[in-house]
Every structure is written in C-alpha cells, then in structure tokens.
C-alpha cells in the first residue's frame, strides 16, 4: 500500500511538472503579446512573489514567479491520481474518460484557484478585465492545457 502511494505521489508530482511546463509554454505569446498583467497566473505570482519574498514588485522577477507556477502545478498534479483512486478508474483502460476528467480537472483547477483570487491579489478583474476577454480565454485554455498534458503523461506512466 505504502509503495502505491508512493508511486502515485512520485506520478503525480512528474506529470504536473510537466504539464505546467507545457502550459507555461504555451503561456508565453500572451505574456508577448499583454505583458504580466495578461497572465493571470504570472501577474499573481509576481504579486505574492513580492510580498512572501521582499522582492520589487514593479519589474517582473520569473525567477519567482515560475518558482511558484511550479510548486502549484506540482502539487495539483500530485492530486490527480488520488482523484482518479477516488472514483474508481482504472488507467490502463479508461483512456478517454481520463482525458475527459483531467480537462475537468483543468477547469475546476481554474475556477477554484484563479477566479475567486486573481482580483483580490491583483485588484484586476477576471471577467471585466482592462484588456477585454481574451486574457481570461488564454488563462482559461493554459488550464485545459495543464489538464490534458496531465492526463496523457499519468497514463503513459501508469501503464
């Protein structure tokens, strides 16, 4: 049991780091194209990054931000395979009920950690955001891009 658990933690941990690297990625081109404040999850970082750590606030510090884009997409990953124990799934045959679940999980992660937070941390809104929609679509598809990768690298681990 005890070795399960370890190897679901060690799965979970593997696969949400590089599904964050995948969704930091493809992150970039909104960071290109708005600047901090059109990543949601970078702008909040480099706001809590400033506050935890005593750092400037005004010029973008990726070390930390990604510090903490990393520790968060590892621990939600960690998360994944005990949810799939949790409803039953079996990895090895579930193929599309799993892709299905971890772009779900991409969503709830989204509206769970950055909806309710994102405008207290920033003092911008997600929804009316000063930059229009697209910051939020982008927001919302780096998610569902952290949810699939994640689904996809746990089954090909798990096998």
Avoid: C
């Avoid at 779900?104 to 207290?120: D, R, S």
């Amino acid at each position: 049991m005890i070795v399960m658990v370890v190897e679901m933690i060690v799965s979970g941990l593997f696969s949400g780091m590089l599904a964050t690297t995948i969704m930091t990625l493809s992150e970039i081109p909104s960071w290109r194209k708005w600047g901090l404040l059109g990543v949601f999850e970078w702008h909040e970082n480099q706001l809590l990054s400033a506050r935890f750590f005593r750092i400037p606030s005004e010029k973008p510090n990726l070390k930390y931000i990604f510090f903490l884009h990393f520790l968060n997409g590892s621990l939600a990953g960690i998360a994944f395979p005990f949810i799939l124990l949790l409803l039953d799934i079996s990895v090895g045959s579930d193929y599309i009920y799993i892709l299905m679940l971890s772009l779900l999980y991409g969503f709830a992660l989204w509206i769970v950690t950055l909806v309710p937070i994102h405008k207290p941390i920033t003092g911008y809104p997600v929804w009316n955001h000063y930059l229009g929609h697209l910051p939020s679509i982008a927001s919302l598809m780096g998610h569902f891009i952290y949810g699939l990768v994640l689904g996809i690298v746990i089954m090909m681990i798990s096998k």
